[in-house]
Nanobody
Framework: QVQLVESGGGLVQAGTSLRLSCAVS????????MAWFRQAPGKERELVAA????????NYADFVEGRFTISRDDAKNTVYLQMASLKPEDTAVYYC????????????????????WGQGTQVTVSS
């Protein structure tokens, strides 16, 4: 069973930065495309960013507007989400997800295709 453990969430002020980490317990981490989703109270879960298993292809939600960067370190079995210029509307629970794929450049964006999910980490941005 693959486990995903997020960390790095917290309470921050608007305009500041935060880095989320997701550690994956799998020897086959390099075979997974990874993504970050978020869910705010009363709203549906939405994609924030996704990265291919090769790391060479990424996809961001429109609301990111260049403020966030997704990356992966296969030596550490970890995917990151560097968030800058945070806004109160970024407040949500952030989830890490993994999609097993044989296609190096594939960047999944539909939550239905992901095989494994973490428990989430809360990010609260105060104004």
């Amino acid at each position: 069973q693959v486990q995903l453990v997020e960390s790095g969430g917290g309470l921050v002020q608007a305009g500041t930065s935060l880095r989320l980490s997701c550690a994956v317990s799998s020897r086959a981490f390099g075979n997974y495309a990874m993504a970050w989703f978020r869910q705010a109270p009363g709203k549906e879960r939405e994609l924030v960013a996704a990265i291919s298993r090769s790391g060479g292809h990424v996809n961001y939600a429109d609301f990111v507007e260049g403020r966030f960067t997704i990356s992966r370190d296969d030596a550490k079995n970890t995917v990151y989400l560097q968030m800058a210029s945070l806004k109160p509307e970024d407040t949500a629970v952030y989830y890490c997800a993994a999609d097993f794929t044989v296609v190096p450049g594939r960047v999944p964006v539909n939550s239905d295709v992901f095989d494994y999910w973490g428990q989430g980490t809360q990010v609260t941005v105060s104004s």
